[in-house]
């Protein structure tokens, strides 16, 4: 089946620091990859996708490469900010098996000043 | 453009009770997707909504329904309400069935008592 699997939080940081977060997952067809962030108080907002094999999604300084040969889809940012602090979802859609969509359980990440 | 609104806010209920959510897609999107997300987890898929149909369903009991009405907006109903049905409920809204762009509204929170 398919499954998305995250590392576990929550991940802690001093502004500028380098941030990666690991994502895994499985599937069975041709899936697309995203990671999803939820600021405090707010909802779900898409922050980048990638649809293929070796395609990297970017956005706000945020990077991440559907590498098919080790199933990952590792967010990265080279500097993060206070503002940055949320929590982050990496998630799979899969059209080949039924319309569905999957999330990881989500890393909680704060940056301090 | 508006974006997705979902009612209420908040709701407590009591186990075994009945409830009904609302959900009102963005403007230009035919397809509304519901997800259960539960405390310190990601969001799970429950099923998706297309021009009136169920169109993908996630591991959800059959006392989970919905509906979308011909505006597209959409209601998720629970039946036998359970503890653990208590927690944040999302709706999203996409074109044709999209789930690689598909944009959440803030969620209802529900607490079964």
């Known amino acids: 089946g398919n499954s998305v699997t995250q590392m576990e939080g929550p991940v802690t940081l001093s502004e500028e620091a380098f941030l990666t977060i690991n994502c895994t997952y499985t599937?069975?067809?041709?899936?697309?990859l995203f990671w999803y962030v939820q600021y405090p108080g707010e909802g779900l907002q898409l922050l980048l996708k990638?649809?293929?094999?070796?395609d990297k999604g970017s956005n706000k300084g945020f990077e991440a490469t559907y590498r098919k040969e080790t199933t990952s889809f590792h967010l990265e940012k080279g500097s993060v900010q206070v503002s940055d602090s949320a929590v982050y979802f990496c998630?799979?859609?899969?059209?080949?098996?039924?319309?569905?969509?999957?999330f990881g359980t989500g890393t909680s990440l704060t940056v301090i000043p | 453009e508006t974006g997705v609104t979902q009612s209420p806010t908040h709701l407590i209920k009591t186990r075994g009770q009945q409830v009904t959510l609302r959900c009102s897609s963005q403007?230009?999107?035919?397809?509304v997707s519901w997800y259960q997300q539960a405390l310190g987890q990601g969001p799970q898929f429950i099923f998706q909504?297309?021009?009136?149909?169920?169109?993908g369903r996630g591991n959800f009991p059959p006392r989970f329904s919905g509906l979308q009405f011909p505006n597209y907006s959409s209601e998720l109903n629970v039946n036998a309400l359970e503890l653990d049905d208590s927690a944040l409920y999302l709706c999203?809204?996409?074109?044709?069935?999209?789930?690689?762009?598909?944009?959440f509204g803030p969620g209802t929170r529900l607490l079964v008592l």
């Open positions: 999203a809204s996409s074109f044709d069935r999209g789930l690689e762009t598909q944009y």
């Open positions: 599937a069975t067809g041709y899936p697309s």
């Open positions: 990638a649809t293929k094999a070796d």
């Open positions: 998630a799979l859609s899969d059209r080949g098996t039924g319309n569905q969509f999957y």
């Open positions: 403007s230009g999107h035919n397809t």
């Open positions: 909504y297309y021009r009136e149909e169920e169109n």
